[in-house]
């Protein structure tokens, strides 16, 4: 099963581009690299996902190297709302299960 | 509108008093997952279920039973709470096992 690695927190100033790194040695083939954001209070939401190379959505960026085993969810300019609690996540769908491990996160804070 | 509602929001129980927790939804998901979020450990994944009928365990099952008679419905049952299952409880649907999940509001559980 896939495990993650992320930075415990980050902090940024309003307008600035934020880049959150998440490490994956152990990602599948068949893996997706999936991020959410989560508020306080709320239930994660799905930010975006990707398989290689670069995605990139309304919201934000994802970049992955050619070996899967990071990947980089980039923001642009920020702003106070993007203060969050930010997951990588990466499923197991090798061995037959749909497990999931989402980690312990990192927690951005946006500066005014 | 899109939704995954859980119910109650809030609940306060005591040691060893049966309660579940209903979790809905409208979107023909097959997959519907539950997790725990505790300080510091992130979302943990207790059970998920893939289609009706079908549950299997996910990272932390001990305390808990799930059931899925219905598509739509999947309730977490805690047959005699302890303490340590004070937590915030989240509900979580996909398409067929997919990554991109939708999450309920949660539910905040004090078991005293």
């Known amino acids: 099963l896939a495990k993650t690695t992320q930075p415990i927190s980050m902090d940024s100033y309003e307008g600035q581009e934020v880049n959150i790194t998440c490490s994956h040695n152990?990602?599948?083939?068949?893996?997706?690299i999936t991020w959410y954001q989560q508020f306080p209070s709320q239930g994660p939401r799905f930010i975006i996902q990707?398989?290689?190379t670069k995605v990139t959505n309304e919201v934000a960026s994802l970049f992955i190297p050619a070996d899967r085993k990071s990947s980089t969810l980039s923001l642009p300019r920020v702003s106070l709302s993007d203060t969050a609690v930010y997951y990588c996540l990466v499923g197991d769908r090798t061995s037959g299960t749909y497990k999931y491990i989402f980690g312990t996160g990192t927690r951005l804070k946006v500066l005014a | 509108e899109a939704q995954v509602t859980q119910n109650p929001r809030y609940l306060i129980t005591v040691t060893g008093k049966k309660l579940t927790v209903t979790c809905s939804q409208n979107m023909n998901h097959e997959y519907m997952s539950w997790y725990r979020q505790d300080p510091g450990l992130g979302l943990r994944q207790i059970y998920y279920s893939m289609n009706v009928e079908v549950t299997d365990k996910g990272d932390v099952p001990e305390g808990y039973k799930v059931s899925r008679k219905e598509k739509r419905n999947f309730p977490l049952i805690l047959e005699s709470p302890s303490p340590n299952q004070t937590s915030l409880y989240f509900c979580?649907?996909?398409?067929?096992?997919?990554?991109?999940?939708?999450f309920g509001a949660g539910t905040r559980l004090s078991v005293l």
């Open positions: 979580a649907t996909s398409w067929a096992g997919g990554d991109i999940q939708y």
């Open positions: 990707g398989y290689k």
């Open positions: 152990n990602i599948a083939t068949n893996d997706y």
